[in-house]
């Protein structure tokens, strides 16, 4: 998922095939969510409906919904967006902030610093090795995956809300809700700049970046990219730097951080971004002092996933979350207001 990630759909560029049948001579016609149903162990109907929802299901090389009819021959592909374990996943006690908590769900705070699910280069030390530990016996979602539970995902130096579900039937749910779009996220971030206006919109598709592949890019053709739109508003400015509310409309890798650029004001010390150098300002040595000082306060991009809201999977109530920012965050705007206050 963005600066979060929907891990059910949009975000991913790569997809792996995760599963390959191709289907007898003899097969009668049969929807395919029955049809996987019946084929795949341990995987329940609306777990394959869910994945053909967010194109998952390839049959022939076409994404296809949960009630194509399977035929004889069809070759069929469920792809996901990360790769098949190459590695175990194992507990590990690692301390959980967690904001709520019932039978269905948990709301975690995730510290910045804290990767959300192994992947090459860190296969422990997530979220999800914390996540085995805390659940424990519960019948999470299929705990050999990598994502147990989660529906959405926040970047490793990024802070804030994430729900995990604790059921099957609460991931589908959960999941449905991201795609769809009627959950409610708001961020706040430090971006570098003063904004003309102070409440606006950025659209612009994202997509891996050709030169970098470590980082997105914006495309202007709609043939590339995702689609991706970012409301912001202006809620602080400090002289060379601004407090911003963003809400997502959409849930691209890396979407607030890559739009920000895009538009001039990257995030404040986003080394991938490039924010982490002086973008606005002079450059006498008291204020490049004063800038380092910063980098030093909060070291990695200034970005918490602030709110979050969403109807419960079981008694579809609407439930809202709002958290206080990290220390670092808030220590960092106490320094923008001083030298604001004073320069």
């Given at each position: 998922?963005?600066?979060?990630?929907?891990?059910?759909?949009?975000?991913?560029?790569?997809?792996?095939?995760?599963?390959?049948?191709?289907?007898?001579?003899?097969?009668?016609?049969?929807?395919?969510?029955?049809?996987?149903?019946?084929?795949?162990?341990?995987?329940?109907?609306?777990?394959?409906?869910?994945?053909?929802?967010?194109?998952?299901?390839?049959?022939?090389?076409?994404?296809?919904?949960?009630?194509?009819?399977?035929?004889?021959?069809?070759?069929?592909?469920?792809?996901?967006?990360?790769?098949?374990?190459?590695?175990?996943?194992?507990?590990?006690?690692?301390?959980?902030?967690?904001?709520?908590?019932?039978?269905?769900?948990?709301?975690?705070?995730?510290?910045?610093?804290?990767?959300?699910?192994?992947?090459?280069?860190?296969?422990?030390?997530t979220l999800v090795n914390a996540l085995l530990w805390y659940f424990?016996?519960?019948?999470?979602?299929?705990?050999?995956?990598?994502?147990?539970?989660?529906?959405?995902?926040?970047?490793?130096?990024?802070?804030?809300?994430?729900?995990?579900?604790?059921?099957?039937?609460?991931?589908?749910?959960?999941?449905?809700?991201?795609?769809?779009?009627?959950?409610?996220?708001?961020?706040?971030?430090?971006?570098?700049?003063?904004?003309?206006?102070?409440?606006?919109?950025?659209?612009?598709?994202?997509?891996?970046?050709?030169?970098?592949?470590?980082?997105?890019?914006?495309?202007?053709?709609?043939?590339?990219?995702?689609?991706?739109?970012?409301?912001?508003?202006?809620?602080?400015?400090?002289?060379?730097?601004?407090?911003?509310?963003?809400?997502?409309?959409?849930?691209?890798?890396?979407?607030?951080?890559?739009?920000?650029?895009?538009?001039?004001?990257?995030?404040?010390?986003?080394?991938?971004?490039?924010?982490?150098?002086?973008?606005?300002?002079?450059?006498?040595?008291?204020?490049?002092?004063?800038?380092?000082?910063?980098?030093?306060?909060?070291?990695?991009?200034?970005?918490?996933?602030?709110?979050?809201?969403?109807?419960?999977?079981?008694?579809?109530?609407?439930?809202?979350?709002?958290?206080?920012?990290?220390?670092?965050?808030?220590?960092?705007?106490?320094?923008?207001?001083?030298?604001?206050?004073?320069?």
């Amino acid at each position: 998922m963005c600066d979060e990630e929907i891990l059910s759909t949009e975000e991913n560029n790569e997809l792996y095939e995760h599963h390959k049948i191709i289907v007898d001579k003899g097969q009668s016609l049969l929807r395919i969510d029955k049809f996987l149903c019946n084929r795949l162990e341990q995987i329940s109907r609306n777990r394959i409906q869910n994945a053909a929802n967010a194109n998952c299901i390839i049959v022939n090389n076409i994404p296809v919904k949960s009630n194509y009819l399977v035929k004889p021959n069809d070759i069929i592909s469920v792809v996901l967006p990360y790769p098949p374990n190459e590695f175990e996943i194992l507990p590990e006690n690692i301390p959980l902030d967690i904001v709520f908590e019932d039978n269905d769900l948990i709301v975690v705070n995730k510290p910045a610093g804290l990767v959300v699910h192994p992947a090459k280069g860190n296969f422990t030390g997530t979220l999800v090795n914390a996540l085995l530990w805390y659940f424990k016996d519960l019948p999470v979602i299929n705990k050999n995956t990598v994502r147990p539970g989660l529906v959405h995902r926040i970047d490793k130096d990024t802070s804030g809300l994430l729900v995990v579900a604790k059921t099957e039937n609460a991931h589908t749910i959960l999941s449905k809700q991201f795609f769809e779009k009627t959950t409610e996220r708001s961020y706040w971030a430090l971006a570098w700049g003063t904004f003309k206006e102070k409440e606006g919109t950025i659209i612009g598709n994202i997509g891996r970046s050709p030169r970098d592949r470590k980082k997105m890019a914006i495309f202007s053709d709609n043939e590339f990219g995702k689609h991706a739109v970012t409301h912001y508003k202006v809620l602080e400015e400090f002289k060379y730097t601004s407090l911003v509310e963003c809400k997502l409309e959409t849930g691209r890798t890396h979407q607030i951080r890559a739009h920000f650029e895009h538009i001039k004001h990257p995030l404040f010390n986003d080394k991938t971004y490039g924010g982490d150098k002086i973008v606005r300002g002079n450059n006498f040595a008291k204020y490049s002092q004063f800038v380092e000082n910063c980098f030093e306060i909060c070291s990695r991009q200034a970005l918490h996933a602030k709110s979050l809201g969403f109807f419960h999977p079981t008694t579809k109530k609407w439930l809202f979350f709002d958290s206080n920012l990290p220390e670092d965050m808030k220590i960092l705007l106490e320094k923008w207001k001083n030298y604001s206050a004073i320069n």
